[in-house]
């Protein structure tokens, strides 16, 4: 695959992080399995970029967790679990949560209204059966919430969490797009009635709600493995 071939792949100053989303995909779209090696100079050459930052990104996704560091091998794909995945929508739900209830307190009517051109744009894309600009809107919609929530630490440290999430699989489960319409849509109308508990609810259940489905769908395809404290 050729960095042409990659959506939104474009060179900016932190060109670790675009190849980290690069690498993340790949994981979790299962090419690159659990137990796999990756080797800097051939990534850097798929990617059509120099080694260095490829380096860094692979150092970054081994902070994550995706990763470990083998001496004289290289970076090696660990093992992501169901467990995984519903622990990382948990911390989402309760930190997602709470920042859509401060939204619910401090978004403006400017906000407001933004939001709402967002989420109609975003219907759109669902229609359009556009995965890559539903994932870019659907980061648009929430970011928008958290800025509007005027918690910066809380929103660095949601930001954080959601590199754990395979957001770019979401568009293409059964069922999923009238699921984030309705979710978004009920957020919307309890940050239009500036209620921070009907906010904050509706926020911590469009996070969980996707787990069952997304770790069947991942399972299916053998990119993740069924651990028995999943539950």
Same mark, same amino acid.
């Given at each position: 695959?050729?960095?042409?071939?990659?959506?939104?792949?474009?060179?900016?100053?932190?060109?670790?992080?675009?190849?980290?989303?690069?690498?993340?995909?790949?994981?979790? /779209?299962?090419?690159?399995? !659990?137990?796999?090696?990756?080797?800097?100079?051939?990534?850097? !050459?798929?990617?059509?970029?120099?080694?260095?930052?490829?380096?860094?990104?692979?150092?970054?996704?081994?902070?994550?967790?995706?990763?470990?560091?083998?001496?004289?091998?290289?970076?090696?794909?660990?093992?992501?679990?169901?467990? /995984?995945?519903?622990?990382?929508?948990?911390?989402? !739900?309760?930190?997602?949560?709470?920042?859509?209830?401060?939204?619910?307190?401090?978004?403006?009517?400017?906000?407001?209204?933004?939001?709402?051109?967002?989420?109609?744009?975003? %219907?759109? =894309?669902?229609? /359009?059966?556009?995965?890559?600009?539903?994932?870019?809107?659907?980061?648009?919609?929430?970011?928008?919430?958290?800025?509007?929530? =005027?918690?910066?630490?809380?929103?660095?440290?949601?930001?954080?969490?959601?590199?754990?999430?395979?957001?770019?699989?979401?568009?293409?489960?059964? +069922?999923?797009?009238?699921?984030?319409?309705?979710? *978004?849509?009920?957020?919307?109308?309890?940050? %239009?009635?500036?209620?921070?508990? !009907?906010?904050?609810?509706?926020?911590? %259940? *469009?996070?969980?709600?996707?787990?069952?489905?997304?770790?069947?769908?991942?399972?299916?395809?053998?990119?993740?493995?069924?651990?028995? +404290?999943?539950?």
């Amino acid at each position: 695959m050729s960095i042409g071939s990659e959506p939104d792949f474009t060179a900016r100053p932190q060109l670790s992080d675009d190849v980290a989303r690069v690498v993340r995909r790949r994981i979790f /779209d299962g090419t690159y399995p !659990a137990g796999e090696y990756l080797r800097l100079d051939q990534l850097a !050459a798929d990617l059509g970029i120099s080694v260095t930052p490829v380096r860094e990104a692979l150092l970054n996704l081994r902070a994550e967790g995706l990763l470990v560091q083998h001496p004289r091998r290289g970076f090696m794909v660990l093992e992501f679990t169901a467990r /995984d995945l519903a622990d990382v929508a948990n911390v989402q !739900a309760y930190v997602g949560g709470e920042l859509a209830a401060r939204a619910a307190e401090n978004i403006s009517t400017e906000q407001l209204s933004e939001l709402k051109s967002i989420q109609d744009s975003l %219907e759109r =894309a669902y229609q /359009d059966t556009d995965p890559d600009r539903t994932v870019r809107l659907n980061h648009e919609y929430h970011r928008l919430i958290n800025v509007a929530a =005027a918690s910066p630490k809380l929103t660095q440290f949601m930001s954080g969490i959601t590199r754990y999430q395979p957001e770019s699989v979401f568009p293409t489960l059964e +069922g999923w797009p009238a699921q984030s319409i309705r979710d *978004h849509r009920r957020v919307i109308d309890a940050l %239009e009635r500036r209620d921070p508990d !009907a906010a904050r609810s509706a926020m911590a %259940e *469009h996070f969980t709600v996707g787990v069952t489905p997304l770790t069947e769908h991942l399972i299916a395809r053998g990119v993740i493995t069924e651990d028995a +404290g999943a539950g």
